[in-house]
């Protein structure tokens, strides 16, 4: 029996929480607010695990440890009464255009935002001529961040408060998937052309040799998912690079390219290079492509066999989705074929 993975609850949702929390304390004793809340485990590819949150209610500004990067707060008003929210140590601040948050205020996603403002009216309601600060913490907030995209599309200082459902799903790995459309949709709004997926450090570390940080996406093996957000955006170019195994699996329809999702089926590929390059491998001796690649590369057939498979990963990426603009590409040794 497959193992039931366990869900969770995103940053926003335990944002939520500790707001409602700290703001009922508030309301009856006037008195700074401190509440926390560690955030729960679950099997979410996401590096906010069991990460610490903190809120904090005052009157006073000078009550908060704010993160040092200028910025304005995100306020809500509800006749007479003021709620002003700063990112406090450990959450980022937006310094450029593109994300859902504009620049110069706290990296707090609107769905968590509006939920905490929409319970700051209600149970303000009986209340006059409050005026209140607030902050949202991570503990080591910007040491874990720069295990995330976030320098990169200008949040900076730490990490972001991220939800739309309050609910990780682990069977999508969200929080990675998210994160790939963050920055899918930050080089779109800054005119990056062409986008460039890649799949692995070597071939990340090649990308930025040829073309901006900001216009490099790591898809990781969530080929489908990252060309299906792209086609949605509408974006005009991408080019998805990787080594000759990852490309492999994509043209023999892998929608993600880790190993648990399956293996490369070498009969086929066997059959595939008879076909299209009129030469029989011995897959008995090896059962890697690279394997395959020396044996090919030993008759003078390797660029053939490099052709071949990005020809059917474009392929198979076109019957994913017609109006998709990926062109697949290889890379091998540090080069790429007609890069």
């Not at 006073?60 to 995100?74: M, Y």
């Not at 459902?165 to 790995?173: F, L, R, Y």
């Not at 009129?278 to 492509?289: A, F, L, M, P």
């Not at 008759?299 to 198979?316: D, F, H, P, R, S």
């Amino acid at each position: 029996m497959s193992k039931v993975l366990r869900r969770g609850y995103t940053t926003g949702a335990h944002t939520y929480m500790i707001f409602n929390s700290a703001l009922d304390y508030f309301l009856s004793t006037n008195l700074l607010s401190i509440s926390k809340t560690n955030k729960m485990d679950n099997d979410d590819l996401d590096v906010t695990k069991n990460c610490e949150l903190v809120l904090t209610i005052s009157n006073n500004l000078e009550d908060l440890s704010l993160n040092q990067t200028p910025h304005k707060p995100q306020v809500c008003i509800n006749e007479t009464n003021k709620l002003s929210i700063y990112a406090g140590l450990g959450v980022g601040v937006v310094t450029k255009k593109g994300l859902k948050i504009p620049p110069d205020f706290p990296a707090i996603n609107p769905t968590p935002l509006n939920a905490m403002f929409e319970i700051f009216t209600k149970l303000t309601k009986n209340h006059k001529n409050l005026d209140l600060k607030c902050s949202v913490s991570i503990t080591d907030g910007e040491t874990i961040s720069k295990q995330t995209a976030n320098a990169k599309v200008g949040v900076l200082g730490g990490l972001s408060i991220l939800g739309t459902t309050g609910i990780v799903k682990p069977v999508s790995s969200s929080a990675y998937i998210d994160s790939v459309q963050t920055e899918i949709e930050f080089a779109k709004q800054n005119e990056y052309n062409p986008l460039i997926f890649t799949i692995g450090n070597t071939t990340f570390n090649t990308a930025k040799e040829r073309y901006e940080e900001a216009q490099i996406v790591e898809v990781a093996n969530f080929v489908y998912d990252s060309i299906e957000i792209s086609t949605n955006l509408d974006i005009k170019k991408v080019v998805l690079v990787c080594g000759i195994g990852k490309m492999t699996k994509v043209y023999q329809g892998f929608k993600n390219t880790h190993n648990r999702f399956g293996s490369i089926d070498f009969v086929q590929l066997k059959i595939d290079i008879k076909n299209e390059i009129g030469y029989e491998v011995d897959i008995e001796s090896t059962k890697t492509v690279k394997g395959l690649s020396i044996e090919l590369e030993s008759v003078g057939l390797v660029e053939e066999l490099y052709t071949m498979i990005a020809k059917k990963a474009n392929e198979q990426i076109k019957e994913w989705f017609p109006t998709s603009n990926v062109e697949a590409r290889i890379l091998e040794q540090n080069e790429v074929i007609k890069w």
